[in-house]
């Protein structure tokens, strides 16, 4: 099946950018998610990007697609506490309507 | 809209005992889908249902029977519980012509098998 790869931990300081990378292996991916899980809740949707776009911003949040390689990303200006959670970088392919997601990036926010 | 609902948000069982978890959405949605999430391995595709009247298995079905009641409920079976099946499990569900197509998840079942 597909692969979708993230490091397990990351831990930066309140008022840092923090950096969350993702790689996957379906070149046919037509959208890719970042998803937030708080502790003790369900996944929410955080930000997509669609496959033939190379970045989005949302406010604090920047996406960056790199097809070429296969690497996504997500970039949290000045995160806080209330960014602690795991994230979760996921791919849909061609196929009906499966997703793949990776093992989940938890972030530890420091004060 | 209560969006996806899960009952129950916690269960302990015993080895060999059997049990359901129930899922709902409210959105209407055709698509619904069983994960469970372990630490350090993310979310794996037990089952899901394309639509009312269909299931096929993913990624970790062994273990697990699925019902997909109706348009709304999609529930999990456990025959016979083992402790390998200590996991959270989420419910999600999704519509093939949403855009962007996104999947919505219920807060989750923690079971744990003594």
């Known amino acids: 099946g597909e692969d979708v790869e993230q490091s397990l931990f990351l831990s930066v300081r309140e008022g840092d950018s923090s950096v969350i990378n993702c790689t996957y292996t379906?070149?046919?991916?037509?959208?890719l998610y970042w998803y937030k899980q708080e502790p003790g809740a369900g996944l929410q949707l955080l930000t997509y990007?669609?496959?033939?776009?190379d970045m989005k911003q949302d406010q604090r949040l920047t996406v960056l697609l790199n097809k070429k390689d296969k690497h996504l990303s997500l970039r949290i200006a000045d995160t806080q506490t209330g960014d602690s959670a795991i994230y979760f970088c996921?791919?849909?392919?061609?196929?009906?309507?499966?997703?793949?997601f990776g093992s989940g990036t938890k972030l530890n926010v420091k004060p | 809209n209560a969006g996806v609902t899960q009952t129950p948000k916690f269960q302990v069982l015993k080895t060999g005992q059997s049990m359901t978890l129930q899922c709902a959405q409210d959105?209407?949605?055709?698509?619904m889908y069983w994960y469970r999430q372990d630490p350090g391995m993310g979310l794996r595709l037990i089952y899901y249902?394309?639509?009312?009247?269909?299931?096929d298995k993913g990624e970790v079905p062994n273990g697990y029977n699925v019902s997909r009641l109706n348009k709304r409920e999609f529930s999990l079976r456990l025959e016979s519980a083992a402790p390998s099946q200590t996991s959270v499990y989420f419910c999600?569900?999704?519509?093939?012509?949403?855009?962007?197509?996104?999947?919505?998840f219920g807060p989750g079942t923690r079971l744990t098998v003594l």
């Open positions: 959105m209407n949605h055709n698509s």
């Open positions: 990007i669609f496959s033939n776009m």
């Open positions: 379906d070149s046919s991916s037509t959208y």
């Open positions: 996921a791919e849909k392919g061609n196929n009906f309507n499966k997703f793949y």
């Open positions: 249902s394309a639509s009312e009247g269909t299931t």
């Open positions: 999600a569900s999704s519509e093939v012509g949403d855009f962007p197509p996104t999947q919505y």
